[in-house]
């Protein structure tokens, strides 16, 4: 705007009402407006769950009361949020490095083969051509770029290596070529290679003492999260295929669905957020892989000659996720359409990354202000005098 251009030339009297006759408010439910820079948390944790449309997960009667009515109160609600496609696994991948469904991945890879490409190299929108289910060595993911950069990251899988006959404890993945055998649950093994997107990129997995360091069980977490100096910038969080939801019910007698779903939640989520890395700048996201119909957001695209990515629509359907954060408004909703691609955009800005595949796909939004609602001033101000007092004891 013409007038904010001139900002920098006025008095400070005269600032106050110059920011107040520019500054706007992006349209949500609830809002609440903050002037200054939109916080970059450095501390990002994602939760995936399984399987649930929107109006199932926080409806009135949601079978996750926990979920839909207690934490929608200690975070914000994106209203208006989507998956990008069906099966899972595509919006697994999607979601650490925004490649697009392919008819392999579409359909959750029961074989672990091996990408193979159908034309060279990549087109304008970073997208790799052909099918597969592991992806060559130069299609790089969230966790790659972090590395590179100098910060950390984990995925944590619940159950890897309960049973060793089946998959390893660190980095489990079948061989290239053999059936994944951890495709359906058995009474004392529920991980999910399918659920596990870090094993699909010859990126990650080639380097296997690095990934065995990477991608562990989620028996992990309660110790990283002790310090900030143990806590990864970012913890990918994968519940067993019982406690996100797939399973209804499960072979041990659990109800499974959103009901072991939410006692997981009540389970991990204040261990998180009473973290010392999440009170100073964390973000955790607690959201769907899919839901039940192939609605979708945000422009979302395919590459040319690929299929649908909701195999019979352009997507993976309307789930909504919950946001918790020191820099997010208690009790607070966003309408702004968001997907797993936004997701990964926003990550990689809160970090300086450039943004891989349908990240950067143009006119795709990164959450903002909307979710960022917060005074900032105050949240910051309240943060700095919680680092003083664990100095001080």
Known sequence: MACCRTVRLLGALALGALLAACATTIPTRTSVAHVGKTPTPHHVLVIVLENEPFRVTFGTHSPAPYLAHELTQQGLLLTQYYAIGHYSLDNYIAIISGQAPNPDTQQDCHVYSAFVRSAPGFDANGQIRGKGCVYPADVKTLANQLQDA????????????????????????????????????????????????????????????????????LDELPHDLQRIATTPNFSFITP??????????????????????????????????????????????????????????????????????????????????????????????????????????????????????????????????????????????????????????
């Open 150 to 217: 100098g910060f950390t990251w984990k995925g944590y899988m619940e159950g890897m290596g309960s049973n060793p006959a089946r998959e390893a404890a660190a980095c489990a993945h079948p061989a290239i070529g053999a059936v994944d055998h951890t495709d359906k649950a058995t009474v004392k093994d529920r991980y999910a290679d399918k659920h596990d997107p870090f094993v699909y990129f010859h990126s990650i997995i080639d380097d296997a003492a690095n990934c065995a360091t990477h991608v562990v069980n």
């Open 240 to 393: 067993d295929l019982c406690h996100d939801g797939h399973n209804a019910p499960c072979l041990d007698g659990e109800p499974g669905g959103l009901v072991s779903a939410d006692k997981f939640l009540r389970e991990w989520v204040p261990r998180i957020t009473a973290s010392p890395a999440f009170k100073q700048d964390g973000l955790l996201i607690i959201t769907f892989d899919e839901g039940t119909d192939d609605a979708a957001c945000c422009g979302e695209t395919r590459p040319a000659g690929a299929p649908e990515p909701g195999q019979f629509g352009p997507g993976g359907g309307r789930i909504g996720a919950v946001v918790l954060s020191p820099f997010v408004q208690p009790g607070t909703e966003s309408d702004v359409p968001y997907n797993h691609y936004s997701l990964l955009r926003s990550i990689e800005d809160w970090f300086g990354l450039p943004h891989l595949g349908y990240a950067g796909q143009k006119g795709l939004r990164a959450f903002g202000s909307d979710v960022f609602n917060r005074d900032r001033s105050k949240a910051l101000t309240r943060i700095n005098a919680e680092k003083a007092d664990r100095a001080n004891n």
